[in-house]
C-alpha cells in the first residue's frame, strides 16, 4: 500500500520562501514520475510540477522560475517554492504514478497524500 505523506505548509508574507515535503512508503518514487498539484480557494485541484525517474522536471507557467521540484534519496520528494504570492494560496498535494510519463492530469496519479495548507499573505 502506497503512503504519501505531506508537510512543511505554514503561512508566510508575499515574497517568502517555503518548502513543502512528500514521504513515500510502500514504492519507491524514484523509479516513476511524481507530482504536486494544489487546490486554492474556491477553485479546482490543478497541476504544479512533476519529476519523472531521470530528474526531467515539467512545470505549469504560473510557477515557472519560483518553484522547483526534487527528489532525495530518502523515498522523499520536495517543492521549494521562492518569491511566493497570495494567488499561490491552496493546499499542496502529492501524487505519485507508476508511469515514468510528466503528465500533468490527475488521472495519470495513482496515490495521493493528504494535502498541506500553504497561505500566502500580502
Known amino acids: 500500500q502506497v503512503q504519501l505523506v505531506e508537510s512543511g505548509g505554514g503561512s508566510v508574507q508575499a515574497g517568502a520562501s517555503l518548502r513543502v515535503s512528500c514521504a513515500a512508503s510502500?514504492?519507491?518514487?524514484?523509479?516513476?514520475?511524481s507530482a504536486w498539484f494544489r487546490r486554492a480557494p474556491g477553485k479546482e485541484r490543478e497541476f504544479v510540477a512533476a519529476?519523472?525517474?531521470?530528474?526531467?522536471t515539467y512545470y505549469t507557467d504560473s510557477v515557472k522560475d519560483r518553484f522547483t521540484i526534487s527528489r532525495d534519496n530518502a523515498n522523499k520528494m520536495y517543492l521549494q517554492m521562492n518569491r511566493l504570492k497570495p494567488e499561490d494560496t491552496a493546499v499542496y498535494y502529492c501524487a505519485t504514478s507508476t508511469q515514468n510519463i510528466l503528465g500533468t492530469s490527475q488521472s495519470r496519479y495513482d496515490a495521493w497524500g493528504q494535502g498541506t495548507q500553504v497561505t500566502v499573505s500580502s
Open positions: 510502500g514504492r519507491t518514487i524514484s523509479n516513476y514520475a
Open positions: 519529476i519523472n525517474r531521470s530528474g526531467g
